[in-house]
């Protein structure tokens, strides 16, 4: 590979089988699909999730739902609570597609999706965002406040209610797939507990959309759910196959890096991958306190008994036994790949070890 | 502020003042002044460190030595050991400008700069880089083996010796400025015995480039050495506020952020700030192991009795007893400005509160 380090490889076949898995796991399911694009950021994985055509896709940020539109995307959910000052480029990207949908969790952020859909003559489409115990965003589903909240947005003149949303981030610090089990079965059934409660306000059927790649990959079957939201799975990393959402021959991804440094005795090799490359995520600490920043492998062989003890800028220092001699090049598979992917202005698709294509990500909000 | 967030600020003053405040220290020291550019990559803040003008720079990856030759920099080192596959890249760039000095330290690299030089009837400007007590990159400077090192270099037909060049990076891991003081001076002392162990190969007078951001800001002038490196000084930071570096009111950037949930009964804010926002670099947490993802700041206010407990990919976790209604803005001062800068493609760049330019950074390697 004549291109220079860091650099960041996806392997193409890797990336198709994890989501015709995923996507056929959905379809036998019977539920709608909905995949993250906030892994890759990238029109052409876009459409590999969809098996190749631009169907329904959530998004992290409006940079990337405003890319995704423009290469003919037409139904997004942006997946993060909107900030009311969002809305006027919401609204003005929704005027372009079928639907964009958002999130809203609050009686304020409801307040403001009014004011500004009299103002400017406009409806959303809003989902309401429900914790189902992560504990980052989202209304408790057990208190009368949050039925009240999903009440007023389904009577909204400013929203068409799209239902109810939830995102079991918590399964990421989970010690293995049953205890993953337990909160995919958690992440589902307290939508459906939620909307019985809003059964006698005409709200029974409100669609409940879930998802996070832990969840989405040790089901066999999707159930009680209506549409499913994974992203990560279609590159996978060192964290999922850690907690065991994957094996470590499932990850798509990693960081072509070069030896710069080899200190035999003190143990130790720099490489050129430091924290820009790799992302300072820390890595699936609850089950490793001692994991590194990132897996280690062979160009060809897999993975090697080193360690990635610490990231700066631009260094990546590696504590091993062995003396790697300057000039090797390594692969590193990264701790969290959604934040390494970022780093990159170009990814270098490669199959069969060869460079077949390079893609270009969305970057910044 | 008009933008969207979450949004890079710069407080031109506040950088020019750093700048200032550096620069003159080096001058009165009589040492040469190279500061590194590596934290912010912006062709207008290189200038500013150099009062204006394009003056010796420090740089970590060829894109960002790249990106300031084309802008009239002509005297640049790149800091970080280069990688056999990036001599001719390099080689390139040399060509181009009055020099670009890079780093080795192992025969292995000199073996490969020899080779390329052999084949390509070139030479190099090389520094030989030496471990001062961080134990990242760096020959021992206490090793009969660097010794021999140094004097082939210095000997080699492919190069021409540029001295020897090293950084106290284990200054970030100190308690106060107490400590960064000792560092300080073992950092350029170290230097000044390696070169007296090699007075009697003519070396005796080698150039001694030493550089951090805690070393150089703690000391009153530099002495025992012949030039300096410091880089983050330009923005500071949480973390050298927090070691002693300098006070948080030099600190020039800052993240403008957006809170979009408010979750009073679980005591918890979400922003639209998180790990691409800010980075997931932990902090201090040598000082406290409960340093947060950076320092939550009112707008105008300063700092808040917050502590951001969680970054996910476009969240972050603010744990705090207020109530704070979501679309409020506040302002996050970074752990690490460097790896922090590096996520914006734009720096939204304010004096007395208002925008009034904009930088673009280098990006990528």
């Given at each position: 590979?004549?291109?220079?380090?860091?650099?960041?490889?996806?392997?193409?076949?890797?990336?198709?089988?994890?989501?015709?898995?995923?996507?056929?796991?959905?379809?036998?399911?019977?539920?709608?699909?909905?995949?993250?694009?906030?892994?890759?950021?990238?029109?052409?994985?876009?459409?590999?999730?969809?098996?190749?055509?631009?169907?329904?896709?959530?998004?992290?940020?409006?940079?990337?739902?405003?890319?995704?539109?423009?290469?003919?995307?037409?139904?997004?959910?942006?997946?993060?609570?909107?900030?009311?000052?969002?809305?006027?480029?919401?609204?003005?990207?929704?005027?372009?597609?079928?639907?964009?949908?958002?999130?809203?969790?609050?009686?304020?952020?409801?307040?403001?999706?009014?004011?500004?859909?009299?103002?400017?003559?406009?409806?959303?489409?809003?989902?309401?965002?429900?914790?189902?115990?992560?504990?980052?965003?989202?209304?408790?589903?057990?208190?009368?406040?949050?039925?009240?909240?999903?009440?007023?947005?389904?009577?909204?003149?400013?929203?068409?209610?799209?239902?109810?949303?939830?995102?079991?981030?918590?399964?990421?610090?989970?010690?293995?797939?049953?205890?993953?089990?337990?909160?995919?079965?958690?992440?589902?059934?307290?939508?459906?507990?939620?909307?019985?409660?809003l059964a006698a306000e005409g709200l029974g059927?409100?669609r409940r959309s879930v998802g996070s790649t832990?969840?989405?990959?040790?089901?066999?079957?999707?159930?009680?759910?209506?549409?499913?939201?994974?992203?990560?799975?279609?590159?996978?990393?060192?964290?999922?196959?850690?907690?065991?959402?994957?094996?470590?021959?499932?990850?798509?991804?990693?960081?072509?890096?070069?030896?710069?440094?080899?200190?035999?005795?003190?143990?130790?090799?720099?490489?050129?991958?430091?924290?820009?490359?790799?992302?300072?995520?820390?890595?699936?600490?609850?089950?490793?306190?001692?994991?590194?920043?990132?897996?280690?492998?062979?160009?060809?062989?897999?993975?090697?008994?080193?360690?990635?003890?610490?990231?700066?800028?631009?260094?990546?220092?590696?504590?091993?036994?062995?003396?790697?001699p300057v000039g090797t090049r390594l692969r590193?598979?990264?701790?969290?790949?959604?934040?390494?992917?970022?780093?990159?202005?170009?990814?270098?698709?490669?199959?069969?070890?060869?460079?077949?294509?390079?893609?270009?990500?969305?970057?910044?909000?």
């Amino acid at each position: 590979m004549d291109f220079q380090t860091p650099a960041f490889l996806v392997d193409r076949a890797i990336v198709r089988r994890n989501c015709e898995a995923m996507r056929e796991k959905a379809r036998l399911s019977g539920v709608g699909f909905r995949p993250h694009v906030k892994t890759h950021k990238s029109v052409d994985i876009g459409r590999m999730q969809h098996g190749g055509a631009t169907g329904p896709i959530t998004v992290s940020t409006l940079a990337e739902a405003e890319l995704f539109a423009a290469n003919g995307f037409a139904d997004i959910t942006y997946a993060v609570p909107i900030a009311p000052d969002k809305l006027g480029r919401a609204a003005a990207l929704a005027a372009r597609i079928e639907r964009l949908s958002v999130l809203a969790d609050s009686e304020r952020a409801l307040n403001a999706i009014e004011q500004y859909a009299a103002a400017h003559d406009v409806t959303f489409d809003v989902f309401l965002k429900v914790d189902c115990g992560y504990h980052r965003a989202g209304v408790d589903p057990a208190s009368p406040d949050s039925a009240r909240l999903a009440i007023a947005l389904a009577r909204s003149e400013a929203v068409r209610f799209q239902g109810l949303l939830t995102h079991a981030g918590h399964a990421y610090g989970a010690r293995d797939r049953e205890e993953i089990g337990r909160i995919a079965a958690e992440e589902a059934a307290c939508l459906t507990r939620f909307r019985a409660l809003l059964a006698a306000e005409g709200l029974g059927e409100a669609r409940r959309s879930v998802g996070s790649t832990p969840t989405a990959s040790v089901v066999d079957r999707f159930s009680e759910c209506d549409e499913v939201r994974p992203g990560n799975y279609v590159f996978f990393d060192a964290f999922q196959a850690t907690i065991g959402s994957c094996a470590l021959e499932d990850v798509a991804v990693s960081v072509l890096t070069t030896v710069v440094g080899s200190y035999p005795e003190r143990g130790a090799l720099i490489v050129d991958a430091g924290a820009l490359a790799l992302s300072k995520d820390a890595g699936p600490r609850h089950l490793d306190p001692q994991f590194g920043f990132g897996v280690v492998c062979d160009l060809d062989l897999g993975p090697l008994p080193m360690r990635i003890v610490e990231l700066s800028q631009e260094h990546g220092k590696i504590q091993t036994e062995s003396p790697v001699p300057v000039g090797t090049r390594l692969r590193i598979v990264p701790n969290h790949s959604c934040l390494t992917a970022a780093m990159y202005e170009t990814y270098h698709v490669i199959e069969e070890g060869r460079v077949v294509e390079e893609w270009k990500p969305a970057r910044g909000w």
